[in-house]
């Protein structure tokens, strides 16, 4: 439940950092943290993210919210072709299904 709540704040997508993906994210019904635009947020919106998830002081659980998505999605994202892609990356980053390393 909280890694789906997490995927409907935009909080899974804001750990990958910025990109070109990024503006996808509303087709996908998914906000850019902070309401910014996706081509405004950059390394130091990522950086924040990181650092009040890990304010939870539980490293293990902070791994399991995500270190697999961020190890994950990427070849994903950058090698998937067509459906594929669109599917999986969807599915991820509104946290309806998980990715693994």
């Known amino acids: 439940e909280l890694y789906k709540k997490m995927g409907q704040a935009g909080i899974l997508a804001a750990r990958l950092g910025p990109g070109p993906w990024m503006k996808d994210l509303k087709a996908m019904g998914i906000p ?3 309401n910014l ?4 947020y950059n390394y130091f919106h ?4 990181h650092a009040e998830i890990v304010r939870c002081g ?3 659980f902070i791994g399991g919210l995500g270190d697999g998505l961020v190890i994950g999605l990427p070849p994903v994202m950058h090698f998937g072709k067509g459906e594929l892609q669109k599917r999986v ?3 991820v980053l509104t946290g309806e299904k998980r990715i693994c390393l």
């Open 89 to 91: 990356i969807k599915e």
């Open 37 to 40: 635009e996706p081509e405004k």
């Open 58 to 60: 539980t490293p293990a």
């Open 46 to 49: 990522e950086w924040m993210v």
């Open 32 to 34: 850019v943290v902070g």
